[in-house]
């Protein structure tokens, strides 16, 4: 039955008060009553760093799409990072990024502004916002399991223990949201239930994360305010450099397969000269530190199969890196959750009209096989990238060969050609799909094109 605010539904349980949860719980809240969040973190008011997100220390990328979900539900987020210190860096002209041998054609055609800030300050500014609505709750504690309906093909709730109690207690839901990030129970919990094993889907690449923050030089000592270094096969070796709040860089070091950079200040720097490119390292070298080095290990692409599930229950959706997990430094994951959580809205203002009280019967289902679908093209880009390294092991689909080789010279051509740049950037960002990249303009200027070798070093 429809209520007075026009909400169809009564209550929604988010497991996890990360970016996905908060996401979800933003999602949720224009069609239930109630949204309670439950995190096992004491959620910080400030912009603190916390256990539940291992890798906030490091470079994070919240890619368009992902930005333009958030700012549709929060139009006042992005003034709000600019007042905490965020810089919005135009990628089209000011990033300097070196890959398979030259930097990409920086110019004035098109724009794709992107923000840079720290992790706990982009959450906190997002939670913040979530907290403000009035239907959204936050509890701290403990999620110990789903509580079900007696023949468990319905998830009514989950088991909960608030923290520092002693004693479990149900929480009732007419939906549940799993966004409780990569560590996820929920598989144990299925199994509980009945269900078999979920279809799993992984990509090992050992990934190592080093990364400090800096002083910033000051303003306008390079022509350039942001700087990628990936290289490209063979090389394993990566360099980020990103301008952030404080009047600080933040300056992350990765390597890929085991080849990790060293948390200690003479192997960190050390590392940095084994880069394709000396550039990086000279922009570094001379900073003024202020901070350690911190250090981070991310060992696979994982990807839970949750859609080919034939008896997935009802009320349970999954969502953010619980349901799939990519290498990061291709950036996508809390653009990926925002995505799942703008599915998850659509589907539910479906269900919704269909005057309901709670989500009907096939609903979790449907809505797991339509956000699988939205995650095939960011988990095709990113595991073929990977799969340049013969000693990443997994099933190679049909054709695998071509698209690496084809990506790879619109790299190189994206090096003269402004116009090359700016569209993978569109596609990057999933503003635009990855078939952008195929149409006869852009297979025309790839194929015929000479890519400038060596390409200019920045300035």
Same mark, same amino acid.
């Given at each position: 039955?429809?209520?007075?605010?026009?909400?169809?539904?009564?209550?929604?349980?988010?497991?996890?008060?990360?970016?996905?949860?908060?996401?979800?719980a933003r999602a949720a809240s224009d069609h239930f009553e109630r949204v309670t969040i439950?995190?096992?973190?004491?959620?910080?008011?400030?912009?603190?760093?916390?256990k539940g997100v291992p890798q906030g220390h490091h470079l994070h990328g919240l890619l368009?799409?992902?930005?333009?979900?958030?700012?549709?539900?929060?139009?006042?987020?992005?003034?709000?990072?600019?007042?905490?210190?965020?810089?919005?860096?135009?990628?089209?002209?000011?990033?300097?990024?070196?890959?398979?041998?030259?930097?990409?054609?920086?110019?004035?055609?098109?724009?794709?502004?992107?923000?840079?800030?720290?992790?706990?300050?982009?959450?906190?500014?997002?939670?913040?916002?979530?907290?403000?609505?009035?239907?959204?709750?936050?509890?701290?504690?403990?999620?110990?399991?789903?509580?079900?309906?007696?023949?468990?093909?319905?998830?009514?709730?989950?088991?909960?223990?608030?923290?520092?109690?002693?004693?479990?207690?149900?929480?009732?839901?007419?939906?549940?949201?799993?966004?409780?990030?990569?560590?996820?129970?929920?598989?144990?919990?299925?199994?509980?239930?009945?269900?078999?094993?979920?279809?799993?889907?992984?990509?090992?690449?050992?990934?190592?994360?080093?990364?400090?923050?800096?002083?910033?030089?000051?303003?306008?000592?390079?022509?350039?305010?942001?700087?990628?270094?990936?290289?490209?096969?063979?090389?394993?070796?990566?360099?980020?450099?990103?301008?952030?709040?404080?009047?600080?860089?933040?300056?992350?070091?990765?390597?890929?397969?085991?080849?990790?950079?060293?948390?200690?200040?003479?192997?960190? *720097?050390?590392?940095?000269?084994?880069?394709?490119?000396?550039?990086?390292?000279?922009?570094?070298?001379?900073?003024?530190?202020?901070?350690?080095?911190?250090?981070?290990?991310?060992?696979?692409?994982?990807?839970?199969?949750?859609?080919?599930?034939?008896?997935?229950?009802?009320?349970?959706?999954?969502?953010?890196?619980?349901?799939?997990?990519?290498?990061?430094?291709?950036?996508?994951?809390?653009?990926?959750?925002?995505?799942?959580?703008?599915? *998850?809205?659509?589907?539910?203002?479906?269900?919704?009209?269909?005057?309901?009280?709670?989500?009907?019967?096939?609903?979790?289902?449907?809505?797991?096989?339509? *956000?699988?679908?939205?995650?095939?093209?960011?988990?095709?880009?990113?595991?073929?990238?990977?799969?340049?390294?013969?000693?990443?092991?997994?099933?190679?689909?049909?054709?695998?060969?071509?698209?690496?080789?084809?990506?790879?010279?619109?790299?190189?051509?994206?090096?003269?050609?402004?116009?090359?740049?700016?569209?993978?950037?569109?596609?990057?960002?999933?503003?635009?799909?990855?078939?952008?990249?195929?149409?006869?303009?852009? *297979?025309?200027?790839?194929?015929?094109?000479?890519?400038?070798?060596?390409?200019?070093?920045?300035?």
């Amino acid at each position: 039955m429809s209520t007075s605010n026009g909400r169809r539904f009564g209550h929604a349980v988010i497991i996890g008060g990360s970016m996905a949860g908060l996401s979800a719980a933003r999602a949720a809240s224009d069609h239930f009553e109630r949204v309670t969040i439950v995190e096992r973190d004491a959620l910080p008011t400030d912009a603190a760093h916390r256990k539940g997100v291992p890798q906030g220390h490091h470079l994070h990328g919240l890619l368009k799409r992902g930005a333009n979900i958030l700012t549709e539900w929060f139009p006042d987020l992005m003034s709000g990072l600019a007042a905490a210190g965020a810089q919005q860096v135009n990628l089209v002209s000011e990033l300097m990024w070196y890959q398979f041998g030259g930097w990409k054609a920086r110019s004035n055609v098109g724009r794709m502004d992107a923000i840079s800030v720290t992790r706990p300050t982009l959450e906190r500014e997002v939670r913040q916002r979530v907290r403000a609505v009035p239907n959204v709750q936050v509890l701290e504690g403990n999620v110990a399991g789903l509580a079900a309906s007696p023949d468990k093909s319905t998830v009514q709730g989950v088991i909960f223990r608030r923290a520092g109690g002693s004693a479990d207690e149900t929480l009732a839901a007419d939906l549940v949201v799993d966004a409780s990030g990569r560590g996820t129970r929920l598989p144990a919990w299925l199994e509980a239930l009945g269900r078999g094993k979920i279809k799993e889907s992984s990509f090992q690449v050992d990934v190592g994360y080093a990364t400090r923050l800096y002083k910033a030089p000051p303003e306008g000592r390079y022509p350039w305010r942001l700087m990628f270094v990936t290289g490209g096969y063979p090389d394993k070796r990566m360099g980020f450099l990103s301008p952030i709040e404080g009047g600080r860089w933040m300056c992350t070091l990765v390597g890929t397969l085991g080849e990790h950079p060293p948390t200690d200040e003479a192997g960190y *720097l050390e590392f940095a000269k084994g880069l394709p490119v000396p550039d990086w390292y000279q922009a570094v070298k001379e900073l003024e530190p202020v901070t350690d080095v911190a250090g981070y290990k991310f060992p696979s692409h994982l990807r839970r199969h949750y859609e080919a599930m034939a008896d997935f229950p009802d009320g349970l959706a999954v969502l953010g890196d619980a349901h799939c997990s990519f290498n990061p430094i291709f950036g996508q994951g809390m653009a990926i959750a925002a995505v799942g959580a703008k599915v *998850l809205s659509d589907h539910l203002a479906v269900a919704g009209a269909a005057g309901a009280g709670a989500p009907p019967r096939g609903f979790s289902r449907r809505y797991q096989q339509a *956000l699988a679908r939205e995650s095939n093209a960011p988990w095709t880009v990113s595991t073929t990238e990977d799969m340049r390294f013969p000693e990443v092991q997994g099933t190679r689909p049909f054709g695998t060969g071509f698209v690496l080789w084809y990506t790879k010279r619109l790299q190189e051509v994206a090096t003269v050609d402004p116009g090359i740049a700016y569209a993978f950037y569109q596609v990057a960002n999933m503003v635009a799909p990855a078939s952008e990249l195929m149409k006869p303009s852009v *297979l025309f200027k790839v194929l015929k094109g000479r890519p400038n070798s060596p390409a200019a070093r920045p300035g």
